[in-house]
């Protein structure tokens, strides 16, 4: 296990009705004029939008709103909200949504306090030293932003996404109530799970040995998810196995479960690519890309395949043949996210095979390798990206 | 899943030689002025006592220091240290040591910052409204408080074990380096790894349902000492193992894997009686008690424990016979138990039958019943204490 640091000051209020508490977290972390960040019309269609302002108005807390944060958030808008902040003297930052409206809301918190642009924290030009406050009402399981010191913007310009963390952009308190998350769609809560999958996924592909707590962890969110999102898809109302996803989505991304290790992230970043080019829904890439990612690294580095096929999947262990063992382990999730309805192919996420190089090019961005678990090469990114052709 | 919150926000500090850290993290904190807390001579011994105050002095950090906290930590002691504090106008303390010191600390920062007397919050009779920050140093995995809430003291004129928990005695930060607690003996080694999966198991036994992702997270916990706490008894020095076991210390009482649910908590009060009366090591208490709590309830109760029979001690499910399978994983337990060196008697720990009454009323304490996963009435209590005889 390797030397760590870990921290979640996150206060998280979960459970029915949680949203009600909002102003009072507000107020009980110094906001006193508030940005509401949220995205499309469906919290103003479930009745949120309106609990929220009504709840707001009550405590006498003022607030301006930014809505529009699309999927895969954009760099214009985040300029939008910092432009709105600095000129409302806006102190707190709320944003109701998912995790594309939490990144853009982490964002906006960083970019309001600082001088220069706030693509700089993203492009690795400089270090956020302060940030707004944020709290969050989470409608969607999924990105763990609700609890992770991350956030990942589409620069408009390039279409490129890039990603930033600092303990600062942790949320003050956030705010998990299961039944927001009833009204999604099949499609956004297979998704969603598929993302919290790979989020610990990408640290369960580890080489640093001795790891024995987080592998654990890792394979306990695993296994919930493995339960509850098969039950969701059937009964999309089923508060508690909401309940059950909402809570591992946030322990997979806040680190509890990838201290002391290596992470892996060339599932993610090959992800990426493909959100940003095509506008796909994040999860639905991984569920494509994962896979083929496994299948192709676990021939160079076996080791942890077998824990994940035994222990996750309940493959009965082989000695003579570990390489079936490994291989039922991926058929397994593979048939995993195809009972949920994720796609397998470029042609179900409208990728396209001429843009595998131009992707792998932007992937790499002049390094040599992507990846830690096994490091891949340019050649291993295109034939991962070819494989889902 | 119930409603719950969620609020863990120490800073870990973890790995090797992470003591080195100290001052700049109390400075970090805003401390100025350090109480110094600890035990007997083994951090002295050990060199700890001399790495920790000279990185205090070459930070100049002013300090004083209050020594001899024992195991079941003494009300005199924490009234000592209050004293101190008061006179020396200390704002922060820092704790060397295992769950006894910082449990002393706990009670000292909230004392020193309350007009009467410091009880009054073990006694139910004042809520904790402020205390001093403290920090910890901590020398052994087993009691969690490093990153609880919780703290309990025997208060020495009626020899009554009480607890109280408050965020404000959450640690702004905890320093875990695995290698400190290397020198442990094998006693207090495996009596720290009973009391870390008995405070799983007092939120695992639950009659909460569909909590799915926090039973796996308390399988992994328990899954993780099962493995590493052997392997420590047989190489006192395995920092590797060591490592596992403190991390899952932490995790198994800060209540990530207990949040959303009923939890029971009899076999710690129960046991509390043994400790507060023979001064016997709370861990080993637990060894003793937990199995006969476990016997005794599982007839009653049997539903969760065919989960910690099948997950937990892989016991092969056999639908025909559960009762067989519940006793299987019950007397896995037990034989490690056995294995790691811990008692299973009164005999072994020196309590008497002729206190077990006396015992039940303290602990009853006028209340009918002890325990959610059953309700023990105080003839379930007796009978559990006369089965350790």
């Not at 639905?284 to 160079?300: C, D, E, H, Q, T």
Request: negative net charge; hydrophobic residues 40%.
């Amino acid at each position: 296990m390797d030397n760590f640091a870990f921290y979640s000051p996150t206060y998280f209020d979960f459970g029915k009705d949680t949203e009600y508490h909002v102003a009072e977290l507000i107020q009980k972390y110094g906001g006193t004029k508030v940005l509401l960040h949220y995205g499309g019309g469906s919290i103003k269609k479930s009745g949120l939008y309106d609990r929220v302002t009504d709840t707001l108005k009550k405590a006498g807390l003022a607030f301006c709103e930014l809505g529009g944060v699309k999927p895969n958030p954009r760099s214009g808008l985040v300029r939008e909200g910092i432009r709105l902040c600095q000129q409302e003297n806006v102190d707190f930052i709320l944003a109701v949504g998912g995790g594309s409206t939490i990144d853009s809301a982490k964002a906006i918190a960083a970019g309001s306090l600082y001088d220069g642009d706030f693509m700089d924290f993203y492009r690795g030009k400089a270090k956020i030293q302060k940030a707004l406050p944020i709290g969050t009402i989470l409608t969607i399981a999924a990105a763990g932003s609700e609890g992770s010191p991350n956030t990942v913007i589409t620069d408009e310009e390039t279409m490129v996404k890039k990603g930033t963390k600092s303990d600062l952009l942790r949320p003050k308190f956030s705010i998990l109530n299961p039944a927001l998350t009833c009204t999604l769609p099949p499609y956004q809560t297979a998704a969603g799970a598929t993302d919290i999958m790979i989020h610990v996924c990408e640290r369960y592909f580890s080489n640093t040995e001795e790891v024995e707590i987080t592998d654990r962890l890792c394979e306990a969110i695993l296994k919930t998810i493995i339960y509850e999102a098969p039950r969701v898809i059937e009964n999309p109302e089923h508060y508690e196995a909401r309940a059950n996803i909402m809570w591992a989505g946030m322990l997979a991304h806040n680190n509890v479960c990838g201290v002391g290790r290596v992470q892996d992230w060339a599932s993610h970043h090959i992800e990426h690519e493909l959100s940003a080019l095509y506008d796909v829904n994040h999860g639905a890439g991984l569920a494509v890309i994962a896979p083929l990612w496994m299948r192709y690294v676990s021939k160079m580095n076996p080791h942890k395949f077998i824990l994940f096929a035994t222990r996750v999947w309940d493959v009965p262990m082989d000695e003579s043949h570990p390489e079936d063992v490994i291989l039922k382990g991926i058929e397994a999730f593979e048939a995993f996210l195809k009972k949920i309805g994720m796609p397998s192919s470029f042609a179900e996420i409208g990728a396209r095979e001429e843009d595998i190089e131009k992707m792998t090019d932007k992937l790499l961005n002049g390094r040599e390798t992507e990846g830690n678990y096994v490091k891949l090469t340019r050649d291993d990114v295109i034939a991962i990206y070819r494989s889902a052709l």
